[in-house]
């Protein structure tokens, strides 16, 4: 009997062992062996270029996804609500990748009108572009400032721009961009992709209550659409994943920011090469950097007391430098 009881540990013991260590090698797989060309199955045939829709795309994380996606061929379509902005970022990208085919639209997440977005999914169907990816990045969290403070400071109106940026104005372009991006592949193998921008925020932290809350919809949003594209035949070729960054340096989140976070440019580089690997392992959200991904992989492991406690740690930084810089403007 003790034979068999010893027998049955080791095996668990082996089993256990062998998990562990797929496991690593899988992590180890995901985030530094990468494809040589990152997206081509998103890439259509023919000598027009093949555009990602991308919002948000004039600073920060937005941008640093357009810098590598024309930098590996793709065109661009940046989305943004200031027209300067855009059109310094269309600069950019054209001088880095000469010959890079970019295009801007002026959009006000927090404002635009069903109207005002049908009519430019419509436009990008007259205009017979070939868009196989959209990128909703656009976020942040556009309350009076202070913006990192309790929620019963919020106005209604704070709630409701919140809701708007990060939540309803992706929601609404996704339904609106499906039918174009489903659309039957012309060649076998043609595939679409759907890039949500979720956040470590998803979690629930103090202070920014109501920017975790739209997070955690968009993480369960990407992961619903992509069940539902995954069970219809007709929509297989149609590829989801929630992105889920955690602390990176970028014009808009450049206070407080946790030592040896990666910059915009460098995250948006990590996304555009991971991705492939996370679709074929058909996860449904991904954290393209590898220490937001180990962070992701610890955190349910963490009791809830522990948890608030180191999530407060990284907030509470980066509300005192943010309350520092504003008491110092005022």
Partial sequence: MAGLVLYALAALGSAVLLYAGYTIWDFVALH???PAR???SYRRSGPEPTYALITGASAGIGFGVALELVRNGFGVILLGHLPDE???AKGTLEEASPGAAVRTVVMDARTATPTAMEELVRSLDT?????SILINNVGGNPIELPPLRNLSTYSCADVDIVIAQNARFMARLTALMLPLLSRTPSRPGERSLILNMSSAGHVGTPYLAMYGATKGFNLSFSRGVARELSINRATQHVDCLAIIPGDVLSQGNSRGVTP???RWDSYGRCLVRTVDGAVRRGMRDLSPYWKHDL???IMPWLDEATLTTEVTKVIRRKKDAWDEYFDKTR
């Fill in 260 to 262: 040896n976070a990666p």
């Fill in 86 to 88: 855009l059109a310094a």
């Fill in 32 to 34: 530094f062996v990468l």
């Fill in 295 to 297: 962070e992701q992989r």
């Fill in 127 to 131: 205009e017979s572009l070939q868009v």
């Fill in 38 to 40: 990152p997206l081509h």
